[in-house]
């Protein structure tokens, strides 16, 4: 059965930063492409960022230079590191296998 478990969401400052970490289990990570999808309140899904099985990646231009994706195929873990963080990032961040989906953790900006 696959899992994904995403963690380290919470509350944070406009302009600080989180690491964002989504545990795998149930299949072979290392071979799969996985992404980053974001739901801010009252909107629709909104991809993120993507990571090839051979480490390429791929991120959404409302975020790019301050997102980036990571992965620890040792671990089993997909990473999202979030620097500059601004209200309209407020959302829950889900990873995502096609398609499985994790339960998401929510991060709430400040302004």
């Known amino acids: 059965e696959v899992q994904l478990v995403e963690s380290g969401g919470g509350l944070v400052q406009s302009g600080g930063s989180l690491r964002l970490s989504c545990a795998a289990s149930?299949?072979?990570?290392?071979?799969?492409?996985i992404s980053w999808v974001r739901q801010a309140p009252g909107k629709g899904l909104e991809w993120v960022s993507v990571?090839?099985?051979?480490?390429?990646?791929g991120v959404a231009d409302s975020v790019k230079g301050r997102f980036t994706i990571s992965r620890d195929n040792a671990k089993n873990t997909l990473y999202l590191q979030i620097n500059s963080l601004k209200p309209e990032d407020t959302a829950v961040y889900y990873c995502?296998?096609?398609?499985?989906w994790g339960q998401g953790t929510q991060v709430t900006v400040s302004s």
């Open positions: 995502l296998k096609t398609p499985d």
């Open positions: 990571i090839t099985s051979d480490g390429r990646t």
């Open positions: 149930g299949f072979t990570f290392s071979r799969y492409s």
